[in-house]
């Protein structure tokens, strides 16, 4: 009996490793496929490409993961994908964006809405909950291995456009005017910071936390979502209680 728990143990903790890699690949996935679409296919002259391409060998993801996100972007194949934004509430009301990276509304539509229903929650109409998200360019520093302080980061964020900076112990985080960027970003690679993270992203004005009693359903909801190959990400206004984390 034990040689078998320790096989489920270790079976289960391998199963846990390789969702959080799917997760990861499926962002870089999207990530890559928007930076091909707004600059083009060779990173040679697409500095946003470059750098998702960069990010996707440093989370060895397999090459071929990355031509089919490039395929995607370029319709390799005669396939045309389209980005699509779902809204909907959880089961406790909280507010989600889903957005999504489809060949098939048809199909990408159903699985959503069953996913919202079986969990307790709707999806909603179009500009049912994004008036509660403010749109910024998200950009991320790390600070391992930056001999950078905090002042001097902030004023080079400034001097490149930013409109705001968090820092936490492990990152800087650098928020923007969506329309500025890309030139922010490119601003701070020519300052020769490495960037981890430069998107544009959702973020919630207010977020709320989730019952108890509700959360388990909850977060149901999101793993189902999560597990779509369809989405590319998710945008929530909701906190589960210490207990669920």
Known sequence: MSGHSKWHNIQGRKNAQDAKRGKIFQKISRDLYQAAKAGG????????????????RAA???????????????GVGGAKFEEITYEGYG?????????????NKNRTAAAIRSAFTHHGGSLGAAGSVSYMFDRKGYIVILRD????????????ALDAGADDMETTDEEFKIYTDPSNEIAVRDAL??????????????????????????????????????????????????????SVD
Do not use: C, H
């Open 41 to 56: 296919p060779d990173p040679d002259g697409n500095p946003q490409l470059r750098l998702e391409m960069d990010k996707a």
């Open 60 to 74: 060895n993801m397999p090459k071929e993961n990355i031509k089919r996100a490039l395929d995607k972007a370029s």
């Open 91 to 103: 089961p406790a009301g909280t507010a989600i964006m889903v957005a999504a990276l489809t060949d």
């Open 145 to 156: 291995g930056l001999d950078t302080d905090e002042d001097t980061m902030l004023m080079d």
């Open 189 to 242: 690679q020519d300052k020769g910071y490495k960037l981890d993270t430069a998107e544009v992203r959702m973020f919630p004005q207010n977020t709320t936390e989730v019952p108890e009693e509700k959360a388990s359903q909850y977060q149901g909801l999101i793993d189902e979502l999560e597990n779509n190959d369809d989405v590319s990400d998710i945008y929530e206004a909701a906190v589960l209680p210490e």
